[in-house]
């Protein structure tokens, strides 16, 4: 690691960029059951280099393990006091007012960087869901024991579930059509063989024999794409693309037999 900072180092020198080693440290990702030794720090240009479990890059919380926990606190921790502000404020707000609360102060960490925390298994996301529903029925006035599927139907609001699929298919679709870019692809079977099979346009994933690799971030997008209608995964322009797919998703929440929760 130390010949590789020197190597970055030179180059960084060399374009006139600076490190700042007071937030520099360094991660050794691996599997929740991979034991590693308690390795040494290093030292650069006189400053030493601590490893550390988790680091926040970009407003994302980033642990060893992948397992996103605490990113999902720290939103837990930013949600939870505008709850109870909202409470003592609704009374006073009109429901447009009401919707930019919810959309500017909550919905907006929730949606930040989804496709990627939103692979977190379904026990760690639950207290994140639990203060969605809380907060919508706070701050729109419903019951504390009003039924969830009712108050995500009536606001028009999509639960975490769904707004985390929604972001990955968006997501996938600019990569797809090549909106953005991205160092990997996501392949239809058909660029694989020629045979004429029911999942010829579905969006390959890649090879897993465990539940940790089936949630990557690459695999979760593209299970979020393939699960739309065809016509909808058809769609080029992009605009088109994120009108059509919230249509859809307020369809199947407004569907008689949605399993929202």
């Known amino acids: 690691m130390a010949e590789d900072m020197g190597t970055l180092m030179a180059w960084m020198e060399a374009n006139s960029l600076?490190?700042?080693f007071e937030k520099t440290n360094y991660i050794i990702?691996?599997?929740?059951?991979?034991v590693t030794t308690n390795l040494p720090s290093f030292n650069i240009q006189?400053?030493?280099i601590f490893r550390t479990n988790t680091a926040k890059f970009l407003g994302l919380t980033i642990d060893e393990n992948l397992l996103w926990e605490d990113h999902i606190n720290n939103i837990c921790k930013k949600i939870a006091p505008i709850i109870g502000v909202t409470h003592r404020l609704k009374n006073f707000l009109t429901p447009q007012s009401k919707r930019t609360i919810y959309f500017g102060l909550i919905q907006s960490h929730l949606n930040y960087m989804a496709a990627i925390w939103g692979t977190a298994t379904a026990s760690r996301m639950g207290t994140l869901k639990i203060l969605q529903k809380r907060a919508i029925k706070t701050l729109f006035g419903y019951n504390i024991r009003t039924d969830s599927r009712q108050i995500f139907k009536e606001t028009g609001i999509l639960p975490l579930d769904m707004l985390i699929n929604a972001t990955q298919a968006?997501?996938?679709h600019s990569i797809i059509f090549g909106l953005r870019q991205c160092n990997t692809n996501f392949n239809r079977n058909q660029d694989f063989h020629n045979y004429n099979t029911r999942s010829t346009n579905i969006r390959a994933?890649?090879?897993?024999?465990?539940?940790?690799?089936l949630r990557s971030a690459y695999n979760s997008i593209a299970h979020s794409f393939n699960q739309l209608p065809h016509e909808l995964k058809s769609v080029t322009n992009p605009n088109t693309f994120k009108i059509k797919l919230n249509i859809h998703y307020r369809t199947i929440l407004n569907a008689p037999c949605t399993q929202t929760k």
Request: glycine share 4%.
């Open 170 to 172: 968006k997501i996938c």
């Open 18 to 20: 600076f490190i700042n």
């Open 46 to 48: 006189h400053h030493t």
């Open 29 to 34: 990702f691996k599997k929740p059951a991979t």
């Open 205 to 213: 994933v890649s090879s897993h024999s465990t539940t940790y690799g």
